[in-house]
C-alpha cells in the first residue's frame, strides 16, 4: 500500500487501498487517518500540480474511477464519500474563449464534512459543499451548496432533502 501512494506527502493511519492509485503531479497530497481508495472498478486518480494542495480528511472514501485534481487547493473533509468515476477540480485547464492555450487561475473547491457526491458528478472550480450535502449522480456543481442540501442536475440546482417524520 505505501508504495502505491509513495508520491503522497502524508499519508494517515490506517489508510487502505485497493485496486491501482495514481498519485502525480508533483504538488502536496495528503490522505488522513482511515482514507479507504477502492479502486477494485477502476484506477483513482489523484494530482496536485506542483503548487497544488490536495487534501482529503479523515475517514473520506473514494470509489474506482474517480479523479481528484488541483492546480491550487482542494480540501475534502472528514467522512465523505466520493463516487465511482466523480470528478473534482479546481480549474479548467484553458479559457473557454480567447486565447485557448492560456491557463486560467485555479478557483478553490471546498467540500465539507459527511458530504456525498454521487456516481458520476464533477465538483468544478469554486464549488463549497458545506456538512452533509448530497450531489446527485451525474450532477454538475460550480457554487456554494448550503448544508445539508441536495444538488441535482446540469447545472445543479439546490433543493432540500426531503424528511419524513414517523408517527
Given at each position: 500500500?505505501r508504495?502505491?501512494?509513495?508520491r503522497?506527502?502524508?499519508v494517515?493511519?490506517?489508510?487502505?487501498?485497493?485496486?491501482?492509485v495514481?498519485a502525480?503531479g508533483?504538488g502536496?497530497?495528503?490522505?488522513?487517518d482511515?482514507?479507504v481508495?477502492?479502486?477494485?472498478?477502476?484506477?483513482?486518480?489523484?494530482?496536485?500540480?506542483?503548487?497544488?494542495h490536495?487534501?482529503?480528511?479523515?475517514?473520506?472514501?473514494?470509489m474506482?474511477?474517480?479523479?481528484?485534481e488541483?492546480e491550487?487547493?482542494?480540501?475534502?473533509?472528514?467522512?465523505?464519500?466520493?463516487?465511482?468515476?466523480?470528478?473534482?477540480?479546481?480549474?479548467?485547464?484553458h479559457?473557454?474563449?480567447?486565447?485557448r492555450?492560456?491557463?486560467?487561475?485555479?478557483?478553490?473547491v471546498?467540500?465539507?464534512?459527511?458530504?456525498?457526491?454521487?456516481e458520476?458528478?464533477?465538483?468544478?472550480?469554486?464549488?463549497?459543499?458545506?456538512a452533509?450535502?448530497?450531489?446527485?449522480?451525474?450532477?454538475?456543481?460550480?457554487?456554494?451548496?448550503p448544508?445539508?442540501?441536495?444538488?441535482t442536475?446540469?447545472?445543479?440546482?439546490?433543493?432540500?432533502?426531503?424528511?419524513y417524520?414517523?408517527?
Amino acid at each position: 500500500m505505501r508504495l502505491k501512494l509513495w508520491r503522497c506527502t502524508r499519508v494517515g493511519r490506517g489508510v487502505k487501498v485497493y485496486g491501482q492509485v495514481w498519485a502525480h503531479g508533483g504538488g502536496a497530497i495528503e490522505l488522513g487517518d482511515g482514507v479507504v481508495l477502492d479502486a477494485r472498478r477502476a484506477p483513482i486518480e489523484l494530482r496536485a500540480s506542483r503548487v497544488g494542495h490536495l487534501s482529503i480528511g479523515p475517514g473520506t472514501t473514494v470509489m474506482g474511477g474517480a479523479s481528484l485534481e488541483s492546480e491550487g487547493r482542494v480540501t475534502i473533509g472528514a467522512r465523505v464519500t466520493i463516487g465511482a468515476y466523480a470528478k473534482v477540480l479546481d480549474t479548467h485547464f484553458h479559457s473557454l474563449t480567447g486565447d485557448r492555450t492560456a491557463r486560467p487561475a485555479a478557483t478553490a473547491v471546498v467540500i465539507e464534512d459527511d458530504v456525498v457526491l454521487g456516481e458520476r458528478s464533477i465538483v468544478l472550480p469554486g464549488a463549497h459543499l458545506e456538512a452533509k450535502v448530497q450531489v446527485a449522480e451525474r450532477a454538475v456543481v460550480s457554487r456554494r451548496v448550503p448544508a445539508g442540501m441536495r444538488a441535482t442536475g446540469n447545472p445543479a440546482k439546490v433543493e432540500k432533502i426531503a424528511t419524513y417524520d414517523s408517527p
